[in-house]
């Protein structure tokens, strides 16, 4: 099995879109990428639009040479509804698009599913389903929580299983919750990615106690799994200091012989966190 980066925070762009291929199926997981509209109070610097673009060239690649696309909830740094036509004769798991999900999802979920009248396309609501492609198991969790409550809406994690086993957690912010790690400590993958808990807003819109469950989590998942690799990214290399704040993960890791990085890491590239660097961009590359 190889898994694949395409695009990350720890790449300069918002996003988790990653490509999973096994001897049975290519798998590509939530193809979209965005920049954040405001941070420091800045828009994206040119740079920021620069990457996106190139990101989203990778993204396109890769989908199009897929056979299966995930697409685990309707936020735009996970799904693109502008630019279907990459999408003709795939096989699409869509998260369900009326069912644990909230209104702005629900309204975009329905714009998409339009959008994807027009090409060749067979859907499916995967919420909770399996499917095997030759020897290839791919799961799909029940919705859990888009982060510490239901505002934003659910997401649906991924597991794929062959002679090495893969999970993608989708937009938890840590695990915060029991049914978010549930799904993770059932699937026992040997390589995790997740979206780490939310710290460039601790204490502001992710609170300190969530915080802490979130590091009691993934603690939980290295403690009870055979997990060899886990890749914390997302929401939490929005933050400069994301590797000081998660040093008791880190050290809770190298004592159990887990491997924790980024995903620009894992892709063993250097970790360009443009969004959290946009104020130094703005500062070394002024804009007229």
């Excluded at 998260?95 to 644990?100: M, R, W």
Aim: with cysteine; proline share 4%; net charge neutral.
């Amino acid at each position: 099995m190889k898994v694949i980066p395409i695009a990350f925070d720890s790449f300069g762009a918002r996003s988790m879109a990653t490509f999973v291929e096994t001897k049975d199926a290519k798998i590509c997981i939530d193809p979209s990428v965005a920049l954040g509209p405001s941070r420091y109070n800045l828009p994206p610097h040119p740079l920021e639009y620069e990457r996106k673009s190139e990101l989203w060239n990778s993204i396109k690649n890769f989908v199009l040479k897929s056979d299966v696309v995930i697409i685990t909830h309707y936020h735009y740094d996970h799904h693109n509804p502008n630019e279907v036509e990459i999408f003709d004769g795939k096989k699409i798991l869509l998260k369900h698009p009326k069912e644990k999900i909230n209104r702005s999802q629900k309204n975009r979920a329905a714009f998409f599913i339009n959008q994807l009248k027009s090409i060749n396309v067979e859907i499916d609501f995967c919420d909770g389903k399996a499917y095997e492609f030759g020897n290839t198991l791919l799961k799909i969790s029940n919705p859990v929580f888009h982060g510490a409550n239901d505002r934003l809406g659910y997401v649906v994690e991924v597991f794929v299983d062959e002679k090495s086993s893969f999970l993608f957690s989708s937009d938890v912010e840590g695990p915060i919750h029991e049914h978010q790690l549930e799904f993770m400590l059932e699937c026992n993958a040997k390589t995790v990615f997740i979206d780490g808990p939310m710290t460039y807003m601790l204490g502001y819109r992710y609170s300190t106690k969530n915080f802490e469950k979130a590091i009691e989590n993934v603690k939980r998942l290295i403690e009870e799994t055979s997990i060899k690799e886990l890749i914390l990214d997302h929401h939490l290399t929005r933050d400069l200091k994301w590797r000081e704040r998660l040093r008791d993960v880190f050290k809770f890791g190298d004592e159990k012989g887990v491997k924790v990085e980024s995903a620009a890491e894992f892709a063993g590239k250097k970790e360009d966190l443009l969004e959290a660097k946009r104020k130094e961009l703005y500062e070394k590359y002024p804009v007229k």
